[in-house]
């Protein structure tokens, strides 16, 4: 029988091929579940998880509390803007608060990088990092290389370029090492304003130019610009951004293959993506979504399993 | 380690030929009926009796591989972690009868799991059980097989194995395990 190597899932650079293999394993089972009838199995009937934001998010956080639910889990949500955080309280007390509730798990976003691996150093219960900051997140990750996977049999041999905002992105991140740990070959391409510095130490190719790059490629992450970032000027308009990174069904068409086409969401339309591309049988960015379900469902009962 | 065979692949045989026989004078020509062979192991007897009943009916009944892992009620309290296996179940059990199969029945606890999520696909009309091993008074829940090829009686220590030709080992046979401190 096998287990996950760690206590914790705090992001993808700690965890082996092995354990992504085992999630993916476990993950295909689950997504058989979410095909029935009843989408419900009685696994963490006796666990209690609390999804902890400090940070805005919709998607992960449903996705997280479906993925309990449909496990049978009892949940309480946290989020910092309702709560006693505003009047001062540390993130340590805040959380052992929580925890003197008997909460066995806690699904945590924070602004801040490093906070989830701050919390286990200090507390007994198992912790899913759902992003901290711009370091990583490894939920995402998984997905999708598992989207991957189901999509091309495969990711190892398979050429990946991630397209956008390299440099504030958790999702790059997290996707480059755990692309890398199953033996796909990365490449980042963006506006070099928006490259980290030492990225090449990472192991991954540097492109500029987005029509090389999806010629290289047999799969396109392209990452969100984040249009709140728009002020600090990482590039002068995004007009130039689109006209220079953004994709549309012209560029896809003119290729000589065909290319899978990923979004972590929320898209902007008409800025990264155009409509006929994120929408065109390339895109398996419902996929993503779906398969976001089944995956958080494996870690969390490959965690809870590890008590 | 002992082993020692307790039904020999001549008597298997015959064996697995009379539970299907006992399947037919119950179940007809199959037409409602389905059958669920319990993951890991389960699904070689499922298979089996799928195969006797094919030549015996001339029709292959509907059999599916049928997962309990996320229904154990051990979770969390073993020293193991529990694997997960695949589920498939490619027909619909609403309003059928469903025959469980499985190589040993031991506590129950796996047919009690198997029943939760059997029901996820469905209310059958009916359940019976169908295992090869019997073992008695070794119950933990109030579960009796219908069908049974053999009952064994057993030690708690030791353990009853079924091993098919093509999958481990040579021939079939059924061993009874005992564990001896060497």
């Known amino acids: ?135 990583e997140h490894p939920t995402q990750a998984l997905l999708d290389s598992f989207s991957i996977r189901e999509r091309l049999g495969d990711v190892a041999g398979k ?12 999702v790059a991140l997290s996707n480059i090492f755990a692309l890398q740990k199953l033996g796909a070959e990365v490449m980042v391409c963006g506006p070099i304003t928006l490259l980290p510095k030492y990225i090449k130490e990472l192991g991954v190719k540097v492109e500029l130019d987005v ?55 929320p898209i902007n339309r008409g800025v990264e993506l155009s409509s006929d591309a994120a929408d065109s049988h390339h895109s398996i960015i419902l996929n993503q979504v779906e398969n976001g379900v089944a995956i958080r469902m494996a870690v969390l009962y490959l965690l809870a399993s590890r008590q | 380690m002992q082993k020692r065979i307790i039904v020999n692949h001549k008597l298997l045989e015959i064996m697995v030929m009379r539970l299907c026989h006992q399947l037919i004078e119950n179940h007809g020509d199959f037409s409602d009926s389905v059958i669920l062979g319990l993951q890991p192991r389960g699904i070689y007897v499922a298979q089996r009796i799928q195969k006797t009943l094919a030549a015996i009916l001339g029709k292959q009944v509907p059999t599916g591989y049928l997962d309990t892992t996320f229904h154990r009620d051990d979770f969390r309290r073993r020293d193991t972690p529990l694997t997960a296996n695949a589920t498939k179940v490619d027909f619909l059990i609403e309003g059928k009868k469903v025959i469980l199969v499985d190589d040993v029945l031991y506590t129950g606890r796996s047919v009690r799991a198997a029943m939760d999520a059997m029901i996820a696909y469905g209310r059958p009309a009916n359940v019976e059980l169908l295992v090869l091993i019997d073992r008695l008074y070794t119950r933990h829940l109030p579960i009796q097989p219908t069908y049974v090829g053999r009952h064994v009686n057993s030690l708690l220590s030791q353990r009853v194995l079924v091993e098919w030709q093509g999958q481990d080992t040579p021939e079939d046979n059924i061993w009874l395990i005992t564990k001896t401190d060497e």
């Open chain 1, 1 to 135: 029988m096998q287990e996950l190597s760690v206590r914790h899932l705090l992001g993808i650079k700690d965890i082996t091929p092995q354990d992504i293999q085992l999630i993916f394993e476990t993950a295909d089972n689950f997504k058989d579940v979410l095909n029935r009838p009843i989408k419900k199995v009685p696994s963490l009937r006796d666990i209690t998880i609390a999804n902890v934001f400090f940070e805005n998010s919709t998607r992960t956080r449903l996705s997280f509390e479906l993925a309990e639910k449909r496990l049978s889990a009892d949940v309480i949500n946290f989020s910092s803007s309702s709560s006693s955080v505003k009047k001062g309280e540390t993130l340590l007390d805040t959380v052992n608060n929580i925890l003197a509730m008997k909460v066995d798990m806690i699904v945590m976003r924070h602004s801040s990088p490093g906070a989830p691996h701050f919390l286990s150093r200090h507390i007994t219960a198992n912790i899913v990092n759902a992003g901290d900051g711009t370091h």
């Open chain 1, 159 to 170: 050429k990946v370029v991630i397209i956008g905002d390299i440099l504030h992105s958790r």
């Open chain 1, 211 to 265: 029509r090389k790059a999806l010629a290289w490629c047999d799969v396109a992450n392209v990452l969100r610009i984040q249009l709140e970032r728009q002020q600090m000027k990482y590039f002068p308009s995004l007009r130039e951004y689109t006209l220079y990174y953004g994709i549309d069904k012209k560029l896809l068409d003119s290729l000589d293959k065909e290319i899978v086409l990923m979004h972590p969401g």
